[in-house]
Nanobody, 126 residues
Framework: QLQVVESGGGLVQPGGSLRLSCAAS????????IGWFRQAPGKEREGVSC????????DYADSVKGRFTISRDNAKSTAYLQMNSLKPEDTAVYYC???????????????????WGKGTEVTVSS
């Protein structure tokens, strides 16, 4: 059974950091691209970042460029989202998703994703 499970969310003060993890199971090693998405209360889900199968291609939403870094370790079947300089507007439920259909450059689109996790909550507040 293909699945992804997020972890690492929590409460952090503005300016702080968190690292989210996305553990994949049931997939062929490196056989999928990963996307991170988030949904804040009362807002639509938005793409945050994506990484290609090999990790050579990444993309970021303008709102997180320079603050967030996506990475993956195919040997551990895990992807990460390092979030620095967090702002209250980063508060949201963060979702990891995997796609089997994208090769080459990653695509930061929910429509391209096949498998979704249940999310992990991030709250940035003093």
């Amino acid at each position: 059974q293909l699945q992804v499970v997020e972890s690492g969310g929590g409460l952090v003060q503005p300016g702080g950091s968190l690292r989210l993890s996305c553990a994949a199971s049931g997939f062929t090693s490196g056989g999928y691209a990963i996307g991170w998405f988030r949904q804040a209360p009362g807002k639509e889900r938005e793409g945050v970042s994506c990484i290609s199968r090999s990790g050579s291609s990444t993309d970021y939403a303008d709102s997180v460029k320079g603050r967030f870094t996506i990475s993956r370790d195919n040997a551990k079947s895990t992807a990460y989202l390092q979030m620095n300089s967090l702002k209250p507007e980063d508060t949201a439920v963060y979702y990891c998703a995997a796609t089997l259909r994208v090769y080459g450059r990653c695509v930061l689109s929910a429509l391209a994703m096949d498998i979704w996790g249940k999310g992990t909550e991030v709250t940035v507040s003093s």
